[in-house]
């Protein structure tokens, strides 16, 4: 079985098989900083799972808009508008109510993601407008090895 741990202060993402580290991959989270308010393009912290994956079939690149491919391949280090996701999509779900699931508050309804990003170049810094952005080959990776239900705990 399968968890991720995401350490803001590391700008990292660590995929655990039972309690043994198997990858270790450079992310990007919000340069907003972390919250949990509708609006606020920060990272939210607390225990999630992944509710859905999205895009098996989307190349390397490939711009995805309101979770559906569009053909349309973004060259790494452009910038095509303010944070667009690129290759595969990880959504998340809160768990923990009155932090990162109800009004206001809740990662879903917030489609805070894990996915790709044509601005390789930030990884390892936040940029985000909230999400976890990964290099394309390692969202196509991830995205392999993890399946639905998989816990994500966002720490700082």
Known sequence: MFRIIIKISQQKLYLYENNTLVKEYPVSTSKYGVGNKQGSNMTPLGKHVIKNKIGKFARKGEILRSCRRTGKIAVSGSLYGSDVITTRILRLAGLETGINKGEHIDSYKRAIYIHGTPQEHLIGKPASHGCIRMRRHDIVDLFDRV?????????Y
């Open 147 to 155: 399946c639905t239900g998989t816990v994500v705990f966002i720490k």
